[in-house]
């Protein structure tokens, strides 16, 4: 009897221990999970506005961002002689003109900054800056990086590429200065470099072929 009421007042029956009473969960009723923030070994993730909005997209390399986008005037920023985009289709520029002079810019260019010119060169959106100056704006907002000379061309090149609206001549004349670029790299690893099929890559690089008349058409 002695031993049996240790056991109640212990909380040991069977050769098991158990809780007393006033701790015991009620039957019917479940524990509540405990806070992610309270689990050990796990810890809470945050979901935000800003977080779900950010640009988490890694820079490209050997670009380094200076400055956030600031308005830049128009008549201090110059085209990149060295751009392999040549030709520009007005009626796209009329369509962006339009919407330019109803909406604004809404991405940014980008330029670097020639110190010995003291102008800003075009790296990325020629187009944006032909346009804004077609609708008559005075300045565009834009993204002043440096961009180390030997990365410079190669993204342009790359960037005008994988344009869907860059016609096939452009195109191919930029894959031609991308193998130069990569010190003459096979062109299978070209066309990897910048995501595109090898059947596309021939079928691009053959408008080089055609006579300079039916090329101007393209």
Known sequence: MDQEHDDILTGRTG?????????????????????????????RRRFTVDALFSDTRPQAVGVEDLVDAKEIQLDRIVPDPDQPRRTFDQDRLDELAASIASEGVLQPIVVRYHASSDRYIIVHGERRFRASSQAGRQSIPALVRDVPEDRRLIQQLMENIVRDDLNA??????????????????????????????????????????????????
């Open 15 to 43: 050769g098991r221990s158990r809780r007393p009473a006033s701790q015991r969960q009620p039957k019917g009723e479940t524990r509540p999970e405990p806070e992610a923030a309270d689990r050990p070994g796990r810890s």
């Open 169 to 218: 001549v452009d195109r191919a004349r930029a894959l031609r200065m991308l193998k130069s670029q990569m010190n003459d790299a096979p062109w299978p690893e070209v066309a990897a470099e910048v995501g595109i099929r090898r059947s596309r890559l021939f079928q691009l690089l053959d408008t080089g072929k055609l006579p300079d008349v039916t090329q101007e058409r393209i």
